[in-house]
């Protein structure tokens, strides 16, 4: 009896463990994760290097740039609005209204118009951030700084 055990654990172990043509769809898509996570962390690179840039040229340290929240919240000063603003990002809609904002006040600061502003600051910053942090642009501020 004991035989027949160890038998029938056998077969129930193959047929658990049944590839049945999934292992290349398999491999495929785990190809795919791992590609898409590669492009991801290249997209970020890029855009802390136009960042850190960027906040050189505000007189900022650049090093900034790098760390994924505390760029968001020097972003909001080169913009010269309230850092308390930051909060704003945890708030669903209002994160989108606020990263407009930003990048409006972001490009006017540094010379640039509304439609740089909301297609390469907003929508692809990755090339937004690096124009600005390569070219010719100046940190000029327009506004006076808010009291913090």
Avoid: C
Avoid at 2 to 7: E, F
Avoid at 14 to 33: C, N, Q, R
Avoid at 69 to 93: C, S, T
Avoid at 137 to 147: I, K, N, T
């Amino acid at each position: 009896m004991n035989s027949l055990t160890t038998a029938q654990s056998a077969a129930h172990t193959a047929t658990m463990y049944d590839d049945s043509g999934m292992g290349v769809l398999g491999v495929l898509l785990a190809g795919m994760g791992v590609a898409s996570w590669l492009v991801i962390v290249a997209l970020y690179v890029l855009v802390a290097i136009g960042l850190w840039k960027m906040f050189a040229k505000a007189g900022l340290p650049g090093i900034l740039g790098i760390i994924p929240i505390v760029n968001l919240v020097f972003l909001l000063k080169i913009a010269r609005l309230n850092m308390w603003l930051a909060l704003l990002y945890l708030v669903p809609i209002a994160n989108i209204v606020l990263a407009i904002i930003v990048a409006l006040k972001v490009g006017r600061n540094f010379g640039h118009g509304a439609a740089f502003s909301v297609f390469l600051l907003w929508l692809f910053p990755v090339i937004g951030y690096l124009i600005v942090g390569f070219g010719g642009d100046q940190y000029r501020p327009v506004e006076p700084r808010p009291a913090y």
